[in-house]
């Protein structure tokens, strides 16, 4: 079920300053209503921002807030190209990572957040995940630092299908539209 009024704001300039676009819908090219993106506000719903056009490379996931500045977001530039709404994000959250691809080897569910892979699963690498329900962002790294993916309800048979470039995972946590 999706928000009826989810909103994201975007500013060419720090603090909310200078040139802005409000965006109520998925939009897969952002560059004809703004060159740089210094600062979001998220009035409402949850929102993964990508930094090339048609949902492409780094991904960042954003929840109702406001970031004044693109580190606030863990952002590497001031480059915003798409953005979409995430859908399935209240309610029951289940998952189950598995240790190599194809849903093979060990395997472990999930319900909760999970600030380090390592110490709960006792592996470094996730090879294979099926997300059951909600919508979860996964970390490169532990306490949630590194890149991030955002994984939504389905099969994810190898961690390629994430976009990730290694089977690492250091973290994750579910989505929640606050």
Partial sequence: ME???SQIIFYEDR???GRNFE???DCPELSSHFSRCNSIRVDSGAWVIYERPNYMGSQ???TKGEYPDHQRWMGFND???SCRLIRNTYGIYRL???ERPDFQGQMMEFSDDCPSVYDRFSHREVHS???MDGAW???EHPNYRGRQYLLEKGEYRRYTEWNAMHPGLGSFRRVQDF
């Fill in 3 to 5: 928000r009826l009024c």
């Fill in 23 to 25: 965006c109520s819908s």
């Fill in 129 to 131: 995940c099926n997300v």
């Fill in 79 to 81: 480059i915003i190209k």
């Fill in 96 to 98: 189950r990572v598995y």
């Fill in 60 to 62: 960042y996931v954003l």
């Fill in 137 to 139: 962002i996964f970390y």
């Fill in 15 to 17: 603090n909310f300053q």
